[in-house]
């Protein structure tokens, strides 16, 4: 596959299947559903309406600029690594510990405000959050490139509690000093495509919950509205099946019922329900015979009976508590929560002074010498401390005292509807409880609370007790049968309304569901496409094939299915695969979800992709990253040399850095150079340094002079060995048989085996002859004295014009 073929597929299409709207998209479908005229309406009020764009965020692609850290994690004293905002490949590398992914940790938490390595773990994860040497007040912060603005936005997290959870978040941008996140970034977004990949989520993503990830994907294909429509259908078919079984099942309710009663009417009632299709007239009929009247006044009754009064005890309950909270309110003063917020700002906007001016202690608003000193600083901290205490204790009771108001309203309940025609006198009682929902003053409300509804529940009880008594003197089954005919009647009419739209309904859920079915796979497909692109970078040598993508399932069944082979033999992802494999196969459906095109963030921070992988997937990792950093900025944190040794020998443009920590967690992040760079710039040193003796560097200089043609002609012949089709392990196997550098020159020419005298030989017709003779001259410096003849410096120089014409090559 070409590297254009597979480009395109990257930058050239969405997932989105269309630019019209998901609506405009199922009309267009419709025509053609075989739908009738009536279950196309019932689909049209039933399709999910037009989405108004959200508002969130700046205009335009986002890159990291810099990602700073201090008393975070691995890093001590702040430090900040900084980064090239526009597409591109950056590897930082570091050893285990050097406090590389603290970096990645950093970002990830300054934008997130959370950091996967910590999901579903045990509280002791997040213990390590603060630096153990630095015990200043943490903080991340990562500096952003938003569209085309030449200000970079900065976002901020800060903590001065010793919890993880005690942080703020401050996002700035020149032309918007105070910001919300949101109003910088799309957080929405944020979190659907998120573009950071620690290690342990490689892990977490395939053997993690399969539900998590049909639904990492599912979001992104944008047919949520979509499922919501299908439920909603779902729900409203089973409400027309379940309206016209509940009328089923009260039919034979109430024929045993009739059957039991000695009334003639009865008998016809009985008849009237038993046929084929209920003779819903015939029983109309029947009960209009009924005296209305005797009937209105039977339902009055039950009405009454059925009354329900407020529940005492929780109002009682509720009235106590609101009486408490008001005390607790007072003595907690309200005013003192505004005041505490301001003073601590204003004391935070002057120690944020006294920081950014170390040198001067003046205060900038009175004018006071040596005012802002150190003691006053630990002074204002403690003040701020003090200070929140008193806020928070203010503003809890405020809010415990407005919830306390709102649960007494919530008990107060309307009049009913029918109480005024029912029952006049109790209405106007009921007003008086209801009145109170309009009541706002806590002790005013807890006093009339209380009052009313001892007089409202007094009185219901008694209306209640009335009403049954008339019920129970009532002598009339055929009048408790003719309310139970009424009730069956109101069913079997719901029930004829809803019997011929169940067909229609059902057909329109098939026709929805369908759509979604077709919509997955369309919109699915340059997903899975990419990640057959990635698996096929990474596992060029593989014997495992992965095939299509698909979401399968639902509810608590939905997963992802991947379907590969091994030797064209079909099998399950997960029984086959190695660790390797496996985190590759999480690299193919991160990568092409972290690049949707709809994704804003044009960065990805992935840290320790090399893990687990064998060195054919290390080269195949470099390619894939190669691919993407050709229009985004590719950010790769990595304590395996494997990686920077295959873009080297693949030849990929990348930024390396190297990231190492020192004592007390102190952090250096410096470019880092090509081992021959390395390596001439040490030979150079020892050169140039006129305090070594000569005795020592004429036997010195020739073997790192000879050291560093054998990094040169290692590197080529590594990349000849690939190219001419020779596997990672088989290369590094031949090249660790070359202990010779004439064997090594040899090697880095071709397969066939030469005698020394004619890879020098070659070397000669390929560079000169002073490439020949400077080969000579540091194999025998190696095993003797450099020749007075020789130069130091001449000797370098030919040593760096030989290096990089190999490297060239």
């Not at 006294?354 to 003040?383: F, I, K, N, Y």
């Not at 806020?391 to 309940?413: I, K, S, W, Y």
């Not at 569901?513 to 698996?535: I, N, Y």
């Amino acid at each position: 596959m070409s590297d254009r073929h597979v480009a395109g597929g990257v930058e050239g299409r969405s997932v989105r299947a269309t630019a019209a709207s998901l609506r405009d998209l199922l009309l267009s479908r419709l025509a053609d559903s075989g739908l009738t005229s009536e279950g196309q309406e019932l689909a049209r009020a039933w399709l999910p309406t037009e989405q108004e764009a959200g508002s969130e965020g700046g205009a335009g692609p986002v890159f990291l600029r810099s990602i700073s850290a201090a008393g975070w994690r691995g890093i001590g004293p702040a430090t900040t690594l900084e980064l090239r905002p526009e597409a591109g490949l950056t590897v930082i590398a570091g050893r285990n510990g050097s406090g590389k992914s603290s970096f990645a940790e950093a970002a990830e938490m300054a934008l997130t405000g959370d950091n996967r390595l910590w999901q579903g773990r045990t509280k002791v994860w997040t213990e390590g959050w603060r630096n153990l040497h630095d015990r200043s007040a943490p903080q991340v912060a990562v500096a952003l490139s938003i569209g085309d603005s030449s200000a970079p936005a900065t976002v901020r997290r800060t903590w001065q509690g010793e919890r993880l959870e005690d942080a703020r978040t401050v996002a700035e941008r020149s032309d918007t000093p105070d910001a919300e996140l949101r109003e910088l970034i799309d957080t929405e977004k944020l979190a659907l495509y998120r573009p950071f990949l620690p290690y342990s989520e490689l892990g977490a993503m395939i053997n993690g919950k399969q539900t998590e990830l049909h639904d990492a994907l599912a979001q992104i294909l944008g047919l949520e509205e979509l499922a919501d429509t299908v439920k909603a259908a779902k729900a409203h078919t089973k409400q027309l099946v379940d309206t016209v079984a509940a009328a089923t099942e009260l039919s034979g309710i109430v024929v045993r019922e009739l059957t039991e009663l000695d009334d003639p009417r009865a008998v016809r009632a009985a008849a009237a329900l038993s046929g084929r299709e209920p003779d819903l007239d015939g029983v109309r009929a029947l009960l209009s015979d009924h005296q209305a009247a005797d009937d209105n006044a039977l339902a009055r009754l039950r009405r009454l009976a059925g009354l329900t009064a407020p529940d005492r005890d929780a109002v009682g309950a509720a009235v106590t508590r609101l009486r408490d909270a008001a005390a607790t309110a007072e003595d907690a003063r309200f005013g003192a929560a505004e005041d505490a917020r301001q003073l601590i700002a204003l004391l935070e906007s002057a120690l944020e002074h006294r920081r950014r001016h170390p040198d001067s202690t003046d205060c900038p608003l009175c004018g006071s010498v040596s005012r802002l000193d150190e003691a006053w600083a630990e002074d204002a901290w403690a003040q701020i401390a003090r200070l929140q205490r008193e806020a928070t204790d203010a503003q809890v009771a405020q809010d415990g005292l407005a919830a306390a108001v709102r649960a007494v309203h919530d008990l107060v309940q309307p009049v009913p509807s029918n109480l005024q025609a029912d029952e006049p006198a109790l209405a106007s009682v009921w007003r008086d409880w209801a009145a109170c929902r309009v009541v706002s003053e806590p002790r005013e409300l807890a006093g009339r609370a209380e009052s009313a509804e001892n007089v409202l529940g007094d009185a219901c009880h008694q209306v209640r007790e009335d009403a049954t008594k008339l019920l129970a003197d009532q002598d009339g089954r055929w009048q408790v049968m003719a309310g139970r005919l009424t009730q069956w009647l109101r069913q079997a009419e719901a029930a004829a309304s809803a019997k011929p739209r169940v067909k229609l309904a059902k057909a329109v859920c098939l026709w929805l569901r369908k759509m979604t079915d077709e919509l997955h796979d369309v919109r699915l497909k340059p997903l899975a496409d990419q990640s057959q692109t990635v698996w096929n970078l990474l596992c060029e040598r593989s014997n495992v094939s992965l095939g299509s993508i698909s979401l399968t399932g639902a509810a608590a069944a939905r997963k992802v299915r991947l379907d590969v082979s091994v030797d064209s033999t079909e099998t399950s992802a997960f029984s086959v695969m190695s660790q390797g494999e496996l985190h590759s196969l999480a690299l193919s459906l991160f990568i092409p979800r972290a690049t949707h095109p709809d994704s804003p963030f044009k960065f990805l921070v992935i840290d320790d992709p090399v893990q687990s992988m064998d060195p054919e997937k290390v080269d195949g990792l470099a390619r894939v990253l190669d691919l993407y950093a050709r229009d985004r900025q590719v950010i790769v944190f990595t304590h395996d040399t494997r990686l920077q040794q295959a873009i080297r020998h693949l030849r990929i443009p990348a930024t390396l850095v190297e990231v190492s920590r020192q004592t007390d967690s102190v952090i250096a992040v410096v470019p880092s150079g090509d081992p021959v760079t390395r390596a001439l710039e040490e030979t150079r040193a020892v050169a140039r340094d006129r305090n070594v003796p000569q005795e020592i560097a004429e036997r010195v200089l020739p073997a790192m002079c000879r050291g560093v043609l054998e990094t040169a002609y290692t590197d080529a012949a590594r990349r000849r060995l690939r190219q001419d089709g020779h596997g990672r392990l088989a290369a590094e196997e031949a090249i660790g048989k070359a202990h010779r550098l004439t064997e090594l020159v040899a090697l880095a020419l071709s397969d066939d085996r030469m005698q020394p005298a004619e890879a020098l030989e070659i070397v000669g017709q390929k560079h000169g002859g002073w490439a020949r003779a400077l080969i000579k001259e540091c194999n025998a410096g190696t095993h003797g004295v450099l020749p007075p003849s020789v130069d130091r410096m001449d000797m370098v120089r030919r040593t760096e014009r030989l290096a990089m014409e190999v490297l060239a090559r």
